[in-house]
């Protein structure tokens, strides 16, 4: 890679925000995405600043296309083209039965996690791919346990967009290959995140699904952007196209 430039989509809170951090502390200027919620994306924006890193807060919705390209213009104009892409926004939508779902919610969770994820990937290839003169990257898509235990009875919708990741990453893994960039996901298990109160709508879920885990705990933000940027560095250098799994056992 030529240089140590990060794009984290939906990078303002939880996962995101931790691995924000953590990407700063090693020396990338990070690109930290936010759709309306403008607040925590320029504080954390901000905090790297003050540490002596590099960071920009931007506004995009992945799930429009003219947004992405927005998102990579602002970025490059900033910070030089970008190498790292974490493919990190989404959504859950309420919790409940597939028979009590929200047509919308369904629509929304797959418009974010599924076409903005591949929207976002197919911006990346477009810059980073050898074969399009680029000095290739990597993408880094966030899957989840949800994508193998299928999450009956609280949200099927969003288990299938995460299904959906893990098969995406395979394909341009391996379409890519030969191309300078290595495209690999990682799939969260139980992680203490906000993303149980303004997501799912049941703030204890945690506590709640925690004696199901064998490690008997929920995981952290910061042990999931460990593995992030693990499968960023040169130590993850012959991997592609597969899913590392960070969930305790489950």
């Known amino acids: 890679m030529s240089g140590k430039v990060m794009l984290v989509t939906g990078g303002g809170r939880g996962i995101g925000a931790a691995t924000c951090r953590l990407a700063a502390e090693q020396g990338w200027a990070v690109a930290i995405n936010y759709v309306a919620d403008k607040a925590p994306a320029e504080a954390l924006a901000e905090e790297i600043r003050l540490n002596n890193g590099k960071a920009l807060a931007v506004q995009g919705d992945v799930a429009f296309l003219e947004d992405v390209e927005r998102l990579f213009e602002q970025t490059e104009r900033a910070f030089g083209p970008v190498t790292a ?8 939508g309420k919790s409940s039965r597939l028979d009590a779902a929200a047509p919308e919610t369904i629509t929304k969770t797959i418009a974010i996690n599924v076409t903005g994820a591949i929207f976002v990937a197919r911006e990346a290839v477009k810059r980073m791919s050898t074969r399009n003169g680029g000095a290739g990257g990597v993408i880094v898509n966030l899957s989840s346990g949800a994508a193998t235990l299928g999450s009956p009875g609280e949200y099927t ?23 300078g960039i290595r495209v690999v996901a990682v799939a969260p ?24 885990i064998p490690m008997k705990r929920a995981g ?29 056992g489950r």
């Open 85 to 92: 892409v974490i493919n990190n926004a989404g959504i859950t």
């Open 220 to 248: 952290s933000a910061e042990e999931v952007a460990n593995a992030v940027m693990y499968m960023v560095s040169e130590q993850a250098s012959y991997i592609t196209a597969t899913t590392l799994r960070v969930s305790g």
């Open 157 to 179: 919708w969003y288990a299938a967009s995460k299904g959906a990741i893990d098969s995406f990453t395979i394909g341009l893994g391996r379409e890519v290959a030969e191309e």
């Open 189 to 212: 298990g139980l992680t203490e995140t906000e993303i149980h109160a303004r997501s799912t709508g049941e703030p204890g879920r945690v506590q709640r699904m925690t004696p199901a």
